[in-house]
């Protein structure tokens, strides 16, 4: 069975204090690992897709890293309006669903 | 603007009451899901939809019907076997060609009375 595990749950950054989130996951054949944002209270906005190890893409202060076995999303000086709930889900070959983590909560203080 | 539309917001319910949420998309997708979302836990999926007329149950289906016989739409009827209804409920959907990302709906949180 699919498991995918985020850590830390939770995160508290001061603004402009870089920090990393760890998904971790082990799946056969991954089809791919996905990145979404969570405010309270709304649906996941979708953020990045990520195919194979050795990928990486950047949105803004967001930089989402692969390997093997994990990803890593990268929050670069983080700002009070980066905090939110980051949502980590792997996709399998031949299947249909996706696989999510219980997510890490990000505060971003002033 | 392109996009999913869920409703009601909020929804309570009474035990023993089968209730129907609302699920619209114009983005053309084919494919549409309905996951729920509990504090602490990973979005488990409901149902799932390939095409009109077609659908399959997710990890948690027990207590819930769906039905699709539009393709813009996908409504989720919480019935009364569903022993723990509350929760926050999230449509999604996926285009048939291109990335296999889903986009998801603003979601509706059901609290049983």
């Known amino acids: 069975e699919d498991q995918v595990t985020q850590s830390p749950e939770a995160l508290r950054l001061q603004e402009g204090e870089s920090s990393s989130l760890n998904c971790s996951y082990t799946v056969s054949g991954l089809r791919g690992l996905f990145w979404y944002r969570q405010d309270p209270g709304k649906g996941p906005e979708f953020l990045f897709t990520?195919?194979?190890a050795g990928e990486e893409k950047e949105k803004e202060r967001l930089k989402a890293t692969l390997t093997k076995k994990e990803s890593f999303l990268h929050i670069t000086a983080p700002k009070p309006e980066d905090s939110a709930t980051y949502l980590c889900a792997v996709h399998r070959s031949n299947d249909y669903k996706l696989s999510f983590g219980a997510g890490t909560t990000v505060t971003v203080r002033a | 603007d392109g996009g999913i539309t869920q409703s009601p917001k909020y929804l309570f319910r009474k035990e023993g009451q089968n209730v129907t949420l609302s699920c619209e998309q114009n983005l053309n997708h084919d494919a549409m899901y309905w996951y729920r979302q509990d504090p602490g836990q990973g979005l488990r999926l409901i149902y799932y939809s390939q095409i009109v007329n077609d659908f399959q149950k997710g990890d948690i289906a027990e207590g819930y019907s769906v039905s699709r016989e539009k393709k813009e739409s996908f409504p989720l009827t919480v019935t009364s076997a569903q022993k723990n209804p509350t929760a926050f409920y999230l449509c999604a959907s996926k285009a048939e060609r291109g990335g296999n990302e889903q986009f998801f709906g603003p979601g509706t949180r059901l609290t049983v009375l």
């Open positions: 990520l195919y194979s």
